[in-house]
């Protein structure tokens, strides 16, 4: 059912964890499995430097966050915003149908990470949308820490 990749994130997740003063912190769920997201990354001359992650759900939620934390390290910000849902997927060697929904969840925490990122130094284009996912902020999948 789950490829080796994705039982080896899911069982040894890398870069779990908080980054204390983090640029960007994106929390993200989909209240039809419950899964909740929660990216934080460390941005340096627009490179992404360091990335750690806080995932409640289960092990495809587990191993697609673990995979994104990877996928972004060392990329620009523009690079990782072109980090699709399905490079996740593809990265981890397949995932199931039915949890291609936690890869759209891994996608969706870096936009919302880069997006606070680009909030906090005035790098946003609008106030109404989020500049990295095209969602107004109200959307359903974006969590505010007023919310926890």
């Known amino acids: 059912m789950y490829s ?6 899911f069982t040894n997740p890398r870069n779990v964890g908080e980054i204390e003063n983090a640029d960007g912190v994106g929390q993200v769920g989909n209240p039809k499995c419950g899964d909740i997201m929660k990216m934080y990354l460390k941005i340096e001359n627009n490179v992404i430097t360091d990335a750690k992650f806080k995932t409640f759900g289960c092990g495809a939620a587990v191993a697609t966050s673990s995979m994104a934390t990877e996928l972004v390290k060392g990329k620009t910000v523009e690079e990782a915003l072109q980090i699709t849902n399905k490079a996740v997927a593809e990265a981890l060697d ?3 149908p039915a949890k291609m929904h936690c890869s759209n969840l891994a996608e969706e925490a870096i936009n919302a990470a880069i997006e606070d990122y680009k909030r906090k130094n005035g790098l946003l284009d609008t106030e109404d949308s989020c500049n990295a996912c095209g969602r ?5 999948h974006h969590i505010s820490e007023d919310d926890n």
């Open 4 to 9: 080796e990749k994705v039982m080896d994130h």
């Open 94 to 96: 397949g995932l199931p």
């Open 136 to 140: 107004r902020c109200e959307d359903i």
